[in-house]
């Protein structure tokens, strides 16, 4: 079973390096971490602190969209293109093809990270701002990035591309803004919203606890819990994705 998802997986990331969107998105995202140095010169306030700030948030911006577009569109090009059908006709089962496209773009997604932190630390470099807490920062966007992969690979098996696509950045908007629910909670009189706050509260993705951008950039010290505690969310929310995925294909019509 592993070598059959090893297979799939090192498949996708060779057609995934060849897409052209990627590389678009990633000279986006160095001209956007190198800009940082322009905007600090700018913009009231510490150069230290816009420089981290706004490179984070180019890393972040950028690895959603390759997690969104090149996740889906690898995932329902087979689909459109018929190669899926070549692919079952072997000894492989729609679950492992499922996972192993999901692998694939966790590859994809490692080193687009990588070239983008290497390029991100160089800049820092030269204006003397490295900051090992970063590492820890870039790592918990990645956990997001993996989470949004498996959101984009679900929606993939579940719609058409471009309502794929829509309903998985809606999802990391939201997932952003969940701590809003707690607050409508509060302000509700009403038993059975707030009932449902919570329960959307506990079902849509927190993507929060990937996210400590505010906390590296001003100096708060971050604890071990915070990182093992979304460490073990990525797991079993994403868990819980991928098997929703892998079910939802394995009933899937293929026409």
Same mark, same amino acid.
């Not at 970063?134 to 990035?145: C, G, K, R, T, Y």
């Given at each position: 079973?592993?070598?059959?998802?090893?297979?799939?997986?090192?498949?996708?990331?060779?057609?995934?390096?060849?897409?052209?969107?990627?590389?678009?998105?990633?000279?986006?995202?160095?001209?956007?971490?190198?800009?940082?140095?322009?905007?600090?010169?700018?913009?009231?306030?510490?150069?230290?602190?816009?420089?981290?700030?706004?490179?984070?948030?180019?890393?972040?911006?950028?690895?959603?969209?390759?997690?969104?577009?090149?996740?889906?569109?690898?995932?329902?090009?087979?689909?459109?293109?018929?190669?899926?059908?070549?692919?079952?006709?072997?000894?492989?089962?729609?679950?492992?093809?499922?996972?192993?496209?999901?692998?694939?773009?966790?590859?994809?997604?490692?080193?687009?990270?990588? /070239?983008?932190?290497?390029?991100?630390? #160089? @800049? +820092?470099?030269?204006?003397?701002? !490295?900051?090992? %807490?970063?590492? =820890?920062?870039?790592?918990?966007?990645?956990?997001?990035?993996?989470?949004?992969?498996?959101?984009?690979?679900?929606?993939?098996?579940?719609?058409?591309?471009?309502?794929?696509?829509?309903?998985?950045?809606?999802?990391?908007?939201?997932?952003?803004?969940?701590?809003?629910?707690?607050?409508?909670?509060?302000?509700?009189?009403?038993?059975?919203?707030?009932?449902?706050?919570?329960?959307?509260?506990?079902?849509?993705?927190?993507?929060?606890?990937?996210?400590?951008?505010?906390?590296?950039?001003?100096?708060?010290?971050?604890?071990?819990?915070? /990182?093992?505690?979304?460490?073990?969310? #990525? @797991? +079993?929310?994403?868990?819980?994705? !991928?098997?929703? %995925?892998?079910? =939802?294909?394995?009933?899937?019509?293929?026409?």
């Amino acid at each position: 079973m592993l070598a059959r998802i090893n297979a799939i997986a090192l498949n996708t990331f060779r057609e995934a390096i060849r897409h052209r969107i990627l590389y678009l998105l990633l000279i986006f995202a160095v001209v956007m971490i190198s800009f940082a140095q322009i905007l600090s010169l700018l913009t009231v306030g510490s150069e230290e602190k816009v420089i981290k700030d706004f490179g984070l948030a180019s890393i972040d911006l950028f690895g959603v969209l390759t997690a969104v577009f090149i996740g889906i569109g690898l995932v329902s090009r087979e689909i459109e293109r018929r190669t899926v059908y070549t692919l079952l006709t072997k000894p492989l089962h729609r679950f492992e093809f499922v996972l192993g496209k999901f692998a694939g773009l966790a590859i994809t997604l490692l080193v687009n990270t990588g /070239v983008m932190t290497l390029w991100f630390f #160089l @800049v +820092l470099l030269i204006k003397g701002m !490295l900051d090992g %807490a970063l590492v =820890i920062a870039i790592l918990l966007l990645f956990f997001q990035f993996l989470l949004i992969t498996a959101l984009a690979v679900l929606f993939s098996c579940l719609s058409t591309p471009i309502l794929a696509s829509v309903l998985t950045l809606a999802l990391y908007v939201v997932g952003h803004l969940l701590w809003s629910l707690d607050l409508l909670a509060a302000r509700l009189t009403s038993a059975s919203g707030r009932a449902l706050c919570r329960a959307l509260y506990f079902v849509l993705p927190n993507l929060g606890n990937f996210d400590i951008k505010g906390e590296v950039v001003h100096g708060v010290a971050i604890g071990g819990s915070r /990182v093992g505690w979304a460490s073990l969310y #990525l @797991v +079993l929310y994403g868990s819980a994705v !991928l098997w929703t %995925a892998c079910a =939802i294909f394995e009933r899937k019509e293929l026409q």
